[in-house]
């Protein structure tokens, strides 16, 4: 019997991590599925109201009645945690909503046209990037107020250049392909050959990519929420979770903390590995 050849030793040394991949994305699309649909259908799934409050099962650890345990205020934690998620996720799916329509028509704008267009919006890009998006939200929320409306709209703002990025970076590269050049031929205006034939071309490649954007969102509107500018009381949401719960940290009382916590991580893991495999699975390889 011949020896393999490099091509089938490469794929049999490859072929276990991708079979690990593919566990840990059908486990990452699961946790993400359940939590939405937690959050879609929590007040029929919820054992209590999430804003009942009972003094009497003040920080009562997890038992039959309250699975996670209450809080500082006697709340059903787990109750708290299905309708927290309904803020949790919605937010950061509005920002990558709205940030990659915008991301897509700057950098679909910038890359077909280039010029002093693809100048102009490249020195715009580059202010936007000078300051971190949490900032960018916290200002937002010092002029029009805290609440979950001006950190989505700041956020979707900030996260903008980073789509539109590479959309023009994918745009530029498509520009140059034969098929454009005969549909120029055939007498298709240049808006109908970006919008119908290229725009279809880039669009799932930024979307895989912006997909990653989700996990971040969520986290930096969780740290907004858990300083006091983000969701606030008595509205459940697991970031004003984690800040309610800092005063029975020093009594030793750290479930009603830690719970919210490990959603956030878990949620931000799932989506960043679901990001990662979609990017693989469609070739999201950025071009030089």
Do not use: C
């Amino acid at each position: 019997m011949s020896a393999p050849t490099p091509t089938m030793a490469v794929r049999m040394m490859r072929a276990p991590r991708l079979k690990r991949a593919a566990s840990w994305y059908t486990v990452s699309l699961g946790v993400l599925v359940v939590m939405t649909l937690a959050a879609v259908f929590a007040p029929f799934i919820a054992p209590y109201d999430p804003n009942f409050v009972n003094l009497s099962a003040v920080y009562q650890g997890p038992s039959p009645a309250h699975w996670l345990g209450t809080d500082s205020l006697g709340r059903d934690t787990l109750s708290r945690m299905i309708f927290g998620a309904r803020t949790a996720l919605l937010g950061p799916l509005l920002v990558v909503v709205f940030s990659t329509i915008l991301g897509i028509l700057l950098g679909l704008l910038a890359g077909w046209r280039g010029g002093w267009i693809d100048s102009v919006l490249g020195r715009l890009f580059d202010v936007i990037f000078a300051f971190p998006s949490l900032l960018i939200a916290i200002m937002a929320v010092a002029l029009f107020g805290k609440g979950l409306v001006a950190p989505v709209i700041a956020m979707s703002i900030a996260y903008a250049p980073f789509v539109a990025r590479l959309t023009r970076q994918l745009i530029v590269s498509e520009r140059s392909r034969p098929y454009v050049a005969a549909y120029r031929v055939q007498g298709f205006s240049g808006p109908w050959i970006a919008l119908r034939r290229v725009l279809p071309n880039v669009t799932p490649i930024v979307g895989a990519q912006s997909t990653l954007n989700f996990g971040y969102v969520l986290a930096e509107l969780a740290g907004l929420s858990f300083l006091g500018l983000g969701v606030q009381a008595p509205t459940a949401d697991w970031g004003a979770m984690i800040n309610e719960a800092q005063a029975g940290l020093t009594g030793g009382y750290f479930l009603p903390a830690i719970v919210p916590a490990v959603a956030v991580v878990i949620v931000v893991v799932a989506v960043n590995i679901i990001g990662e495999e979609l990017s693989d699975r469609i070739g999201g390889g950025v071009p030089a």
